[in-house]
């Protein structure tokens, strides 16, 4: 059972730390991220049994997801190989 979700930068959460009892009820507004929460909890589950863009694919706004997610891992991919370059000098 999932007790307990921290999030920071998934859409719109910055800084979510969820607790759940065996019963919780999220509630808010319009717009203040009560849907991206499920979408998170559905990639989490989703990241289990496949592969990144595979989870990311699975969530809603997926075209959106899959253009930041594959423009993230170029960044990071090019930090670490020039994090490799400086190592090899």
Do not use: Y
Not at 20 to 42: E, M, Q, Y
Not at 50 to 65: D, F, H, M, P, Q
Request: charged share 20%; hydrophobic share 45%.
């Amino acid at each position: 059972m999932l007790t307990r979700l921290k999030i920071n930068g998934f859409k719109n959460l910055v800084n979510v730390d969820v607790r759940f009892g065996p019963f919780t009820c999220i509630a808010g507004a319009n717009g203040v991220g009560k849907s991206n929460l499920f979408d998170a909890i559905r990639f989490l589950s989703a990241l289990a049994n496949t592969t990144l863009l595979g989870a990311a694919s699975s969530v809603r706004g997926e075209e959106k997801n899959l253009r930041m997610l594959k423009a993230f891992l170029t960044v990071q991919a090019q930090a670490t190989l020039k994090a490799c370059a400086l190592r090899s000098k």
